[in-house]
Nanobody, 124 residues
Framework: QVHLEESGGGSVQTGGSLTLSCTASGYGYDSTFCMSWYRQAPGKKREGIAV???????NYADSVKGRFTISQDNDKNTLYLQMDRLKSEDTAVYYCTADPLSCYSGGYSNPKYWGQGTQVTVSS
């Protein structure tokens, strides 16, 4: 089993920044997992936002590219999402995900493990 625990959500003004963190634990977790961030806004489906492979390779959705940065610290089993220049449309519940399959083999497309989600609200 793998447990993902998120932190860092909250409220911020348009143009502001937030950093989300996700700590992975459990006997089944491995640093080779494909790690991703998803989000879900009211009335919308969950959408993949950013992904990072075990070798450090990253990819982003067009809606956040250039504003969000995904990173991880394997020594701490922690995933991060740095969010800058936030917009009202970024308001959503954000989820940390993990999958044993390599990102390069599509491990981001249907993640096996999910965090509980953390609310990000961008106002004004």
């Amino acid at each position: 089993q793998v447990h993902l625990e998120e932190s860092g959500g909250g409220s911020v003004q348009t143009g502001g920044s937030l950093t989300l963190s996700c700590t992975a634990s459990g006997y089944g977790y491995d640093s080779t997992f494909c790690m991703s961030w998803y989000r879900q806004a009211p009335g919308k489906k969950r959408e993949g936002i950013a992904v990072i492979a075990s070798d450090g390779g990253t990819n982003y959705a067009d809606s956040v590219k250039g504003r969000f940065t995904i990173s991880q610290d394997n020594d701490k089993n922690t995933l991060y999402l740095q969010m800058d220049r936030l917009k009202s449309e970024d308001t959503a519940v954000y989820y940390c995900t993990a999958d044993p399959l390599s990102c390069y083999s599509g491990g981001y497309s249907n993640p096996k493990y999910w965090g509980q989600g953390t609310q990000v609200t961008v106002s004004s």
